[in-house]
């Protein structure tokens, strides 16, 4: 399926992502409407955006005590706000934490790919976004991404 | 609280004494008079800290705010100003930053924030959106930007908090320490950093969850189009990203205006080894960029051998790094990295602390100043050793760095030699370009708000050396060559108001200014779509104009007149030794009667006429002036 794959060595941390995302989903901008999340870590000068691989299998979604997310067509991975409690379950269980409660309705905001047309991709400035057919059906785990960035670039040993 | 789009809508004012917390609306009348960001401050500290109020007790206020368009997708970038009356110069002390503080703050659901007071005991704040808390900070006490920076995050064991922090200099009370966002995000002019730790106050974290909304979307978007269709073909776009803002080394260099072993020399002969094209070419692995800018021109370095080997950071930027090559003679990249990372921990001003320090080597190469009374440092242009050591000392009041950590006007008073050469102007010290080779950016210099400084100004269209638009722009083909002193009283005045605008929408003048993406009309544009309160291209100018009389206003109240708008004397006297610009000097009488002839202001004594500030909205102030004894007519 296609998904959103991300170049740790091309992202500035402009958070363009976030703004667009929580635009185009909540009529508003904050981060923590946003879908996709950028982890930075200044003392290394790491960017790295985390967003739903739409994992197969998705452990959030078996971990889901209301089964209130649900496999939707094209393989997405998606929130039923109507069974959802807010328990928070699957903050802890999705594998690269890409999961959040909207602050406010208390839901799960998980990317949703934009209808096939995701915005970060389109807007992103240094095109580290991109969207692909990739057959991975998880997703590589951030910190090795992140410690093998770090060596690439000589910042660690 | 009303509604606004844009705007956080919410004043957060924190007393340290009472620990009291007060929460006010911004208010609609600042906003379509002041705008935002530096307007705001600058109409704050006017109205609460009178004349002759002491920087470092607490009757001065810290104040900082940000933007507009800050916390949107205006692809910009998101700066905030931060601004108290300065321990340095004893006037307007405002400088500003970019990385992710400003947004975190309107994320929390505010515009600005006003520190009062002085807090009993050492402590950071802590905002959480609606909930203020003062932390104890004594286990900060002594620790560095970064260590500072990394507690609190632990602390609140939340990664994403902003923190704008002071480090070590600030605590021992040099006079030009700065406050530090992301690590190495300073607003490092003035001295701001002195007054946050003079209230006993470490940092300011912030977490916030909010959102904001815009008014009018399909102009939005439309507008960010334009300026992302702009930006990606830009000519400056490409060496932006590779260098920042250090493509400017070898700028200067081929103009003759790089300030070399203290202005003593216009073009530096290492140039080339200390370049932002070296640095991308051997050291840079990455970019970055503050929050929603479209131009990553921000770069993470590494040493990968020698001496410093596995030293890394983000940045520099031209300034820091010509700080601490070309002006101290220094040859050294590697040590001017290592300089600038230990400036930024220890939380100094680049560029005043490169100042003293090479104003202490001129005087040493001189035979004006000993081993005796340096410590034993040989100061020597480019001496590394030396120049690692006095970075240290004054930042620890040590030795002879007691004397230079008062800022290079007070050292030159003490010492009673050097005064001729203390390159400030209002106690601030000069930046990395030679007035002489530039014109319009050393009138900038001579009247700025806050001292020495070009982002008063920064009237980059002279650098086109085209004069077709200087007529275009002002009628008068001078104005826009850089060697010529004509027209510009003009473009300094122009691009003072500009310089306001952005500083008060908080967006990048690099990306705003320099790339010319933000004119006054597009400006207006941009605002009136987020905000949904009218502005026009003219009302900006206006708005740019009335920031810029109340800051000299305040200027004024506290006793400066044109005799304090002066540029040393080496610029005015001795020709440029050497360069593309040789032979030139400094005419500044003319353009200063020019200047204040465009400004309405008195030609004598440099105090805006009244009638002047009745038209920009100011007339309270002509009373508040009289009532501090300002003969104003």
């Known amino acids: 399926m296609k998904r959103i794959l991300v170049d740790v060595n091309r992202c500035s941390g402009c958070r363009v992502c976030e703004m667009v995302c929580s635009f185009n989903h909540e009529n508003a901008f904050g981060p923590s409407i946003s879908r996709i999340t950028v982890i930075k870590e200044d003392s290394y000068g790491l960017d790295l955006p985390i967003v739903c691989w739409h994992c197969n299998p998705c452990y959030a979604m078996e971990s889901c005590p209301e089964e209130a997310l649900e496999r939707g067509k094209e393989g997405l991975v998606l929130a039923n706000e109507e069974k959802c409690v807010g328990c928070e379950k699957c903050l802890e269980t999705c594998t690269i934490g890409a999961i959040k409660l909207h602050p406010e309705e208390n839901f799960p905001l998980i990317c949703d790919q934009c209808n096939g047309k995701p915005l970060c991709v389109e807007k992103c400035p240094t095109k580290a976004l991109t969207y692909r057919e990739t057959e991975a059906q998880q997703p590589r785990s951030p910190s090795q991404v992140v410690k093998e960035a770090l060596r690439r670039w000589r910042i660690i040993a | ?633």
């Open chain 2, 1 to 633: 609280m009303p509604e606004y789009c844009g705007y956080a809508g919410r004043v957060l004012r924190i007393d340290l004494e009472s620990n009291q917390v007060k929460v006010q609306h911004t208010n609609k009348r600042l906003i379509t008079e002041f705008l935002g960001g530096r307007g705001f401050n600058s109409k704050r500290l006017y109205d609460e800290v009178p004349k002759d109020a002491d920087p470092l007790s607490p009757q001065n206020k810290l104040i900082f705010a940000t933007g507009p368009l800050v916390g949107t997708a205006f692809p910009l970038g998101a700066r905030f100003n931060v601004t108290a009356k300065s321990p340095l110069t004893r006037i307007l002390g405002d400088s500003n930053a970019g990385g992710h503080f400003a947004a975190e703050m309107k994320f929390a659901g505010y515009d600005q924030l006003i520190i009062e007071g002085k807090s009993p005991k050492p402590v950071y704040i802590f905002i959480e959106d609606q909930e203020i808390q003062m932390k104890k900070a004594e286990h900060l006490a002594g620790k560095d930007v970064y260590e500072t920076t990394e507690t609190i995050k632990k602390d609140s064991g939340d990664r994403t908090v902003q923190v704008a922090a002071v480090g070590p200099a600030a605590e021992n009370r040099v006079l030009y320490a700065g406050v530090f966002a992301n690590l190495v995000r300073p607003a490092a002019r003035t001295g701001i950093g002195t007054v946050m730790a003079s209230k006993n106050l470490k940092a300011v974290a912030v977490k916030g969850t909010g959102s904001i909304r815009i008014a009018a979307p399909g102009k939005f978007w439309k507008i960010v189009e334009e300026i992302e269709e702009e930006t990606y073909v830009h000519p400056q776009y490409w060496p932006r990203r590779t260098m920042g803002t250090t493509r400017i080394m070898m700028l200067a260099d081929k103009l003759g205006i790089l300030p070399t072993r203290h202005f003593t020399s216009a073009t530096f002969q290492h140039a080339s080894q200390v370049s932002g094209e070296r640095l991308a070419r051997e050291y840079n692995v990455k970019n970055r960029a503050c929050f929603s800018c479209i131009v990553p021109c921000s770069r993470v370095y590494v040493i990968r051998e020698g001496e410093y080997a596995g030293l890394h950071g983000e940045g520099p930027e031209y300034e820091a790094l010509s700080s601490f090559t070309a002006r101290v003679g220094n040859s050294n990249l590697d040590l001017a990295l290592k300089a600038v990372d230990l400036a930024n921990r220890l939380g100094l001003d680049a560029i005043t602390t490169a100042e003293c320090i090479a104003w202490s080597m001129e005087l040493y190469e001189k035979g004006e100043l000993t081993k005796k009374e340096t410590d034993n440092l040989e100061l020597k242009w480019g001496n590394s050793e030396a120049i690692l050591a006095l970075i240290q000392k004054i930042a620890y009041r040590e030795g002879f760095g007691d004397l230079l950590a008062d800022g290079v006007r007070r050292a030159a008073e003490k010492l009673g030699r050097g005064k001729e050469i203390a390159f400030h102007v209002k106690g601030l010290e000069i930046i990395q370009a030679d007035p002489r080779g530039l014109k319009g950016y050393g009138l900038g210099y001579a009247v700025a708000s806050r001292g020495a400084d070009h982002l008063r100004s920064e009237p980059f269209v002279e650098l086109s050396d085209d004069p077709k638009r200087g007529v275009e722009m002002f009628g008068v083909p001078e104005a826009t060559l850089r060697l010529a002193h004509k027209g510009k009283g003009k473009l300094v005045r122009y691009f003072e108001n500009w310089c306001a605008v952005i500083d008060s929408l908080e967006v990048c003048k690099n990306l705003a200014g320099n790339m010319e993406l933000l004119p006054f009309d597009r400006a207006a544009e941009a605002t009136e779509a987020v905000t949904g309160f009218h502005f026009t291209e003219d009302a900006m100018f206006e708005i740019g104009e009335r920031i810029v009389d109340l800051e000299r206003a305040y200027l004024v109240r506290e006793g400066i007149r044109r005799r304090d708008d002066y540029l040393p004397a080496r610029f005015l006297k001795e020709p440029l030794p050497n360069g593309l610009s040789k032979g030139e000097i400094f005419e500044i009488e003319p353009m200063l009667d020019e200047y204040y002839a465009e400004r309405e202001w008195n030609l004598r004594t440099g105090i805006p006429k009244a009638e002047k500030l009745r038209k920009t909205g100011l007339g309270y102030v002509i009373e508040d002036l009289k009532r501090n004894g300002v003969k104003i007519k």
